[in-house]
């Protein structure tokens, strides 16, 4: 069964909006992972937070990890039409190799 | 470099035919790992190697087989193939050396009548 669900499932804002993207997951995690998706593409990683850190930033990217309520959030600010893709939370239980992958929330940003 | 690659792009097989999905990484990447995806869900690990020689099981190992014989290729292997194993399949490749970041290949768009 999937370890991570997003919230929401598809999201439209306008550029210059900032996103926000919800992940939950089910057991204990080494790290979390955030990954964008274009579409008809592979996966790009975005950001890794380990489970002893609480926020962590990257250029226009913020995420929150909250390991007491095994969830976590990905904030895009001031978001771009190049920002539209699909984005996913991974999990890792152990060892680096094992990413077990959320549904994913589909971004839509308009001009 | 040119990263994570897989051949084909797109395949279409009729049921019981067997094909393998190839896939290559010039990182020297250790970790290696097959996914699938399918609509409406995220993806799904089907198997994965920590190195030469050495393969586990995902979550949805059952009709593949996969085999890492160098570092470099770990293909993936579809024994009879069955409509449910239309998908879309991602290569992927880390390092394995305290950093887990995952480098992807472009996908295989597989359909199996």
């Known amino acids: 069964s999937q370890q991570g669900e997003e919230d929401p499932q598809a999201l439209s804002i306008q550029e210059g909006e900032n996103a926000t993207m919800n992940c939950s997951y089910k057991?204990?995690?080494?790290?979390l992972q955030w990954y964008r998706q274009n579409s008809g593409r592979g996966l790009v990683h975005l950001i890794l937070?380990?489970?002893?850190?609480r926020e962590k930033h990257s250029g226009r990217l913020r995420v929150t990890l909250d390991t007491s309520k095994k969830s976590s959030s990905l904030l895009i600010t001031a978001s771009r039409a190049a920002d539209t893709a699909s984005y996913f939370c991974?999990?890792?239980?152990?060892?680096?190799?094992?990413?077990?992958f959320g549904t994913g929330t589909q971004l839509k940003v308009e001009l | 470099n040119a990263g994570v690659t897989q051949t084909p792009k797109f395949q279409v097989l009729k049921t019981g035919q067997s094909m393998t999905l190839q896939c290559a990484q010039d990182?020297?990447?250790?970790?290696m790992s097959w996914y699938r995806q399918d609509p409406g869900m995220g993806l799904r690990l089907i198997h994965y190697s920590v190195g030469a020689g050495i393969t586990d099981q995902g979550e949805v190992p059952n009709g593949y087989n996969v085999s890492r014989s160098t570092t470099e290729d770990f293909p993936l292997r579809l024994l009879s193939a069955a409509p449910s194993q239309t998908s879309v399949y991602f290569c992927a490749s880390s390092s394995g050396q305290g950093t887990y970041e995952q480098y992807f290949g472009p996908g295989t768009r597989l359909t199996v009548t």
């Open positions: 057991t204990s995690i080494n790290n």
């Open positions: 937070i380990r489970s002893n850190e």
């Open positions: 990182m020297n990447h250790e970790y």
């Open positions: 991974a999990t890792d239980t152990g060892g680096g190799n094992k990413l077990t």
